[in-house]
Nanobody, 117 residues
Framework: QVQLQESGPDLVKPSQTLSLTCTVS??????????WSWIRQPPGKGLEWMGA???????YYSPSLKSRTSISRDTSKNQFSLQLSSVTPEDTAVYYC?????????GGQGTQVTVSS
């Protein structure tokens, strides 16, 4: 079955760029008609959808994060990545990658990222 695993640094300094990678196994990120998403949950708050990359390469971003967010992919490695620029302590959260589409969503286990100097 499809599995997703987030990876990246757990500590980022303010004003820097947060970079995370999601490695997908058991299925291709180019399979129609799936969307590959990044979602986060700040401490004590609900889930926030950040953006997604469609199977054919189109990008979709949350309006509130669009100016700072970029999602890309490496099809040769079956990975997709998140970059969030100009981070502040308010970007501290558990970050999840997920697959959305015709069937029930599947997510990774999540990775804690703290923004602090």
């Amino acid at each position: 079955q499809v599995q997703l695993q987030e990876s990246g640094p757990d500590l980022v300094k303010p004003s820097q760029t947060l970079s995370l990678t999601c490695t997908v196994s058991g299925g291709s990120i180019t399979t129609s008609y799936y969307y590959w998403s990044w979602i986060r949950q700040p401490p004590g708050k609900g889930l926030e959808w950040m953006g997604a990359l469609a199977y054919e390469g189109s990008n979709y971003y949350s309006p509130s994060l669009k100016s700072r967010t970029s999602i890309s992919r490496d099809t040769s490695k079956n990975q997709f990545s998140l970059q969030l620029s100009s981070v502040t302590p308010e970007d501290t959260a558990v970050y999840y990658c997920a697959r959305e589409g015709p069937v029930a969503p599947i997510g990774g286990q999540g990775t804690q990222v703290t923004v602090s100097s």
